[in-house]
């Protein structure tokens, strides 16, 4: 392909909240040079031109709770049974699952081992092999006894998770997560319902442990991430000034209200795709309805959904992301959530796709120039078979993502699947 790149007649969804609309789009090296609504006034001379009609074009999507270290595992100490060799592989394999399937940011949310996202990222950045923007994060910091704490009185186990009990501890692990290059730094303030010693409405990490992270975190200039299901933990989180908190299902009243006065500080991610899976496809894993029901999942489930509801109403800042890279969420899914927070959290069409485009992007850091099709902006987009806006589960099937191009590079050449033509080169 040459450096110039015309997407020509495709119905633009630039995820700024307009809808779509028919435009003829020009990229040049990794920028997005024009976006002209008069169709065919952009001069083609020179370029690579791609037939879009009967396409959406929209920009590259965001995994805002990223995984790619997760490799379908069924419980969480196997993750600390593969060799780190093996698991760097298997961490990039994901990464190129991701842009498969048209995501072309990562905003991870933990690594199972610690220098895994951060080897994988640097590799990128450094062009070693294609692969999505990617922010590293470090593994899930807990507390003896919290999500992720595998260990036995009578055996060792590692899962995905560094335990830090107290003030100096927090700050020990936090710093040594600084020196080996993380950008986002993980800890799991709440416990989870898929754990037996910590259930999702107990929150193990202290306030000062919590403040702790937040204050090395950002002296550092990092992100800081949450795994927050209880209200109590979602408050602390806010108060402590965490920059993103997953799942907050549980979250009262009050919690909410505090999201709301802060929500320009902060970023939620549901994590859905656990529940629904487990709601929804539990069969395929060998698990029963009334299993789900003994142990609470079913009123998890409504909950969760009342919850963003009311996020949704409050203009709180949300991702998509939903916990992808377990045994009963593989990689590869995550688009689904586009379509569960229109079918469960009340959403229209264009505000999912906008949290999993400019949303996304803002969490990345990026709003300036990630997320939207824009001229100036840099050039992360697909083209997908159909009208996104009408059916939004498009996405989900990878075979209709007919385009994925990712810093203006072609990860998947819309050559194979619908008309392209080249133009002559003007004679000097």
């Known amino acids: 392909m040459s450096g110039r790149i015309l997407i020509r007649n495709a119905r633009v969804f630039d995820a700024s909240g307009a809808d779509a609309y028919p435009a003829d789009v020009l990229v040049e090296g ?8 008069d169709l065919g006034t952009i001069d083609a001379i020179g370029a690579d031109v791609i037939d879009g009609t009967g396409h959406t074009l929209m920009p590259g999507m965001v995994e805002g709770h990223s995984h790619p270290t997760f490799t379908g595992v069924s419980e969480p100490a196997q993750l ?19 842009l498969d399937h048209g995501f072309t940011s990562l905003f991870e949310a933990a690594s199972a081992k610690l220098r895994l996202g951060v080897v994988t990222r640097n590799a990128i950045n450094a062009g070693d092999f294609i692969g999505p923007r990617m922010r590293a994060a470090s593994p899930e910091i807990t507390t003896t006894a919290g999500l992720g704490d595998e260990r ?4 060792y186990r590692e899962s995905f998770a560094l335990i830090a009990d107290g003030v100096d501890e927090m700050r020990k692990v936090a710093r040594l997560c600084m020196r080996e290059g993380v950008d986002n730094l993980k800890i799991n303030v709440s416990g989870d319902d898929f754990v037996t010693h910590a259930k999702a409405s107990i929150t193990p990490m202290s306030r000062a442990e919590i403040t702790t992270a937040v204050e090395v975190g950002h002296e550092f200039g990092k992100m800081l991430v949450a795994h927050s299901r209880s209200a109590e933990s ?45 709601m929804y496809e539990h069969e395929k894993i060998g698990i029963s309805k009334d299993w789900l029901i003994a142990r609470g999942f079913d009123k998890a489930f409504d909950v969760s959904c009342e919850t963003y509801h009311q996020m949704r109403k409050r203009g709180i800042r949300v991702v998509i992301g939903g916990d992808y890279g377990f045994a009963f969420t593989p990689q590869g899914q995550n688009a689904r959530d586009i379509s569960h927070f229109v079918r469960f959290f009340g959403y229209t069409p264009n ?24 001229e100036g902006f840099l050039a992360d987009l697909l083209l997908v078979k159909g009208d996104v806006l009408a059916d939004v589960t498009l996405l989900a099937d990878k075979d209709k993502i007919a385009m994925v191009m990712t810093d203006g590079r072609l990860w998947k050449d819309p050559r194979r699947t619908i008309a392209r033509e080249r133009l002559p080169i003007a004679a000097e």
């Open 234 to 278: 979602v408050k602390r989180c806010v108060e402590a000034g965490v920059d993103c908190i997953y799942h907050c299902d549980q979250s009262d009243a009050e919690a909410l209200d505090m999201l709301e006065r802060n929500k320009h500080k902060h970023f939620v991610g549901p994590a859905f795709g656990l529940l629904y899976n487990l």
């Open 80 to 98: 600390g049974e593969i060799p780190p060799e093996e698991h760097l592989l298997m961490t990039i394999k994901n990464t190129r699952v991701m």
């Open 30 to 37: 990794n920028r997005i040079r024009a976006v002209a609504t």
């Open 152 to 155: 036995r009185v009578h055996l």
């Open 351 to 374: 505000e999912a796709l906008q949290c999993a485009t400019r949303v996304g992007a803002d969490l990345m850091g990026m709003k300036s120039e990630l997320g939207q099709v824009r």
